[in-house]
Nanobody, 120 residues
């Protein structure tokens, strides 16, 4: 069983910053790509950014220059530093990880989501 635990969401004023964390735990052999997605009220879930195990990143145009993803492979943890936040960044943010379990199974694992609210 592999789990993702997210933390760091909350309420922030426009222009402010937040840092999200997502840690994978359980019967893990390796963690490949990790990423962040978000879903705003009434909208579909969308990609924010992904990062491969080697560090290659792919950002959504809407967050380029404001958000930064990083990962600690030793801790199976990914971080999302969000700066210059805008009201339109308000959403539930979900962590995703492509994991190979100790049993050799490939799994696409999702976190429970953490709410980010940008409002004055």
């Amino acid at each position: 069983q592999v789990q993702l635990v997210e933390s760091g969401g909350g309420l922030v004023q426009p222009g402010g910053s937040l840092r999200l964390s997502c840690a994978a735990s359980g019967s893990i052999f390796s963690v490949n790509a990790m990423g962040w997605y978000r879903q705003a009220p009434g909208k579909e879930r969308e990609l924010v950014v992904i990062i491969t195990s080697s560090g290659t990143t792919n950002y959504a145009n809407s967050v380029k220059g404001r958000f930064t993803i990083s990962r600690d492979n030793a801790k199976n943890t990914v971080y999302l530093q969000m700066n210059s936040l805008k009201p339109e960044d308000t959403a539930v943010y979900y962590c995703d990880a492509k994991v190979v379990s100790i049993a050799g199974r490939y799994q696409d694992v999702w976190g429970q989501g953490t709410l980010v609210t940008v409002s004055s």
